[in-house]
């Protein structure tokens, strides 16, 4: 319970996290040791199991079927789903089609949402977001080189892109494109949502990630638009809106990323104590009876403690003022709770020795798959310059001009 738990928050709570432990959680050796595509059926029958108790897309307002929460409230959930890196699928308000679904329910055309949105509430569908570029620095997107260009009721897109996540298996892919050119950096790309069964769209490969390939939904893409033509309808909201577009998908991104970031970090703290209680050293003494363990423990509960009451405090300040308002927030959130992440992840994998960098438990997959989290949605270096620059210009110092 925190000062922002609400009455609805309390309710929901207690059975997400009974179906986290007792449903989800057991399915994760299968994963970590097979693969996400052989999971699927499974999970597709929980997923049902999710609709039919109407805990199904949690974020969204009732009027789409979602269950109408707050950021903050939501945010709740997701730290409830984070403790197991199948969770958020298993509600169907997995990243990146979480930021999809609401970009398209905030800006997409009634045949848009008939179309893409519709199907992807109900989970019949994935989708994926293309916009960074291997040959461009994606802290700086406005630099792309991936084109569309109309010919009378058509864009035909050409253009290289990289970390598409979870563009093998998705349905379409929410595509940022240049198609205004001349215009100042910022109004340049256009948003267009291209189907991948669309002549044209390739999925070059799924990329490693440390040594992990992945596949299906848990996967991240190379993918090629060779002379790929969508219809001009696909376009969403007008030409040179991608950037602004991007802006929205993000802040409440954020929450959902910090507060899944949390979860992970509950469950390896658990686990870090289990083990450290647990592992006898000799002399009948547990792993616990160390110092240096005992450190690790209060430190990692007191940044865990920080870091929600951050985030919440964030996202409530988002529900009431909206993101614009929030925007430091929002920065100084994403780069310390992806650090915290970092650090309580090492010290749990540290306190299980050998084992924690085996696949036997949770954590080493963790560990090379949210190693990104430090640069995904901004890298740390990004968010900390926003943060030092409003702080500084408070002092007279203006970092823009410098
Ligand atoms: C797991 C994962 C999933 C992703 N999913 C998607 C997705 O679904 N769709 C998509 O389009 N993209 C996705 N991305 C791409 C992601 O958005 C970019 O990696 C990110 O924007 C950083 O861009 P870059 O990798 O080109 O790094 P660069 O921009 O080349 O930056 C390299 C490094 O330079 C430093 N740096 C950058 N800017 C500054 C600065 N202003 N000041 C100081 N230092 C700086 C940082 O340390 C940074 O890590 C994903 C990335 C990862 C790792």
Same mark, same amino acid.
């Given at each position: 319970m925190t000062?922002?738990?609400t009455e609805?928050v309390?309710?929901?709570?207690?059975?997400?996290?009974e179906?986290?432990?007792?449903?989800?959680?057991?399915?994760?050796?299968?994963y970590l040791?097979?693969?996400f595509?052989?999971l699927?059926p499974?999970?597709?029958?929980?997923?049902?199991?999710?609709?039919a108790?109407?805990?199904?897309?949690?974020?969204?307002?009732?009027?789409?079927?979602?269950?109408?929460?707050?950021?903050t409230?939501f945010?709740?959930?997701?730290e409830a789903?984070g403790?197991s890196?199948?969770?958020?699928?298993?509600?169907?308000?997995?990243a990146p089609?979480?930021?999809?679904?609401?970009?398209l329910?905030?800006?997409?055309?009634d045949a848009?949402?008939h179309?893409f949105?519709?199907?992807l509430i109900?989970?019949?569908?994935?989708?994926?977001?293309?916009?960074?570029?291997p040959?461009?620095?994606?802290?700086?997107?406005?630099?792309?080189?991936?084109?569309?260009v109309?010919?009378?009721?058509?864009y035909?897109?050409n253009?290289?892109?990289?970390?598409?996540?979870?563009?093998?298996?998705?349905?379409?892919a929410?595509?940022?494109a240049?198609?205004?050119?001349?215009?100042?950096?910022?109004k340049?790309?256009?948003?267009?949502?291209?189907?991948?069964?669309?002549p044209?769209?390739?999925?070059?490969r799924?990329?490693k990630?440390?040594?992990?390939e992945g596949?299906s939904y848990?996967?991240?893409a190379e993918?090629?638009?060779?002379?790929?033509?969508?219809?001009v309808?696909?376009l969403?909201?007008?030409?040179?809106?991608g950037?602004a577009?991007?802006?929205?998908?993000?802040?409440?991104?954020?929450?959902h990323h910090?507060?899944r970031f949390?979860?992970?970090?509950e469950?390896?703290?658990?686990?870090m104590c289990?083990?450290?209680?647990?592992?006898e050293?000799?002399n009948?003494k547990?792993?616990?009876?160390?110092?240096i363990?005992?450190?690790?423990?209060?430190?990692?509960?007191?940044?865990?403690?920080?870091?929600?009451?951050?985030?919440?405090?964030t996202a409530?300040?988002?529900?009431?003022?909206?993101a614009?308002?929030?925007? /430091?927030?929002?920065?100084? %959130?994403k780069?310390f709770?992806?650090? +915290?992440?970092?650090? !309580? #992840?090492? &010290?749990?994998?540290?306190?299980?020795?050998?084992?924690?960098?085996?696949d036997?438990?949770?954590?080493a997959?963790w560990?090379?798959? /949210?190693?990104?989290?430090r %640069?995904?949605?901004?890298?740390?270096e +990004?968010?900390?310059t !926003? #943060?030092? &620059?409003?702080i500084?210009?408070?002092?007279?110092y203006?970092?823009?001009?410098?």
């Open positions: 000062i922002f738990t609805r309390a309710r929901l709570l207690p059975r997400v996290r179906i986290v432990l007792e449903e989800i959680i057991p399915l994760e050796s299968a040791h097979g693969s595509r052989t699927e499974q999970l597709n029958a929980l997923r049902k199991r999710v609709k108790e109407g805990l199904w897309t949690p974020h969204l307002p009732t009027s789409e079927g979602g269950l109408g929460l707050t950021l409230e945010g709740m959930i997701s789903l403790h890196p199948l969770g958020h699928y298993v509600f169907n308000c997995q089609d979480i930021g999809n679904m609401e970009l329910h905030q800006f997409a055309t848009q949402k179309t949105l519709e199907p109900r989970g019949d569908i994935r989708s994926c977001f293309a916009m960074t570029e040959e461009f620095a994606g802290s700086n997107p406005v630099n792309m080189a991936t084109t569309a109309r010919e009378g009721d058509e035909v897109i253009g290289h892109k990289w970390f598409t996540s979870s563009a093998d298996g998705s349905a379409f929410v595509t940022m240049v198609t205004n050119p001349a215009e100042a950096p910022h340049r790309a256009s948003m267009i949502i291209v189907p991948t069964a669309t044209g769209f390739h999925l070059v799924n990329i990630i440390m040594g992990d596949d848990a996967s991240h993918v090629r638009f060779e002379n790929c033509r969508v219809p309808v696909n969403l909201v007008k030409e040179g809106a950037f577009l991007a802006q929205h998908r993000l802040g409440p991104g954020r929450i910090c507060m949390i979860g992970i970090c469950r390896a703290f658990d686990m289990k083990y450290a209680v647990s592992r050293l000799g009948g547990p792993l616990a009876s160390k110092q363990i005992q450190s690790w423990i209060a430190e990692s509960r007191a940044e865990i403690e920080a870091a929600r009451y951050m985030v919440l405090h409530d300040g988002i529900d009431k003022h909206g614009q308002v929030m925007k /430091e927030s929002i920065s100084t %959130i780069f709770v992806a650090n +915290v992440l970092q650090h !309580v #992840l090492d &010290r749990a994998i540290q306190t299980h020795g050998a084992l924690g960098i085996t036997d438990t949770v954590l997959y560990y090379r798959h /949210e190693r990104a989290a %640069i995904y949605d901004g890298p740390d +990004v968010h900390k !926003v #943060l030092a &620059r409003t500084l210009k408070q002092y007279g203006d970092v823009e001009s410098a």
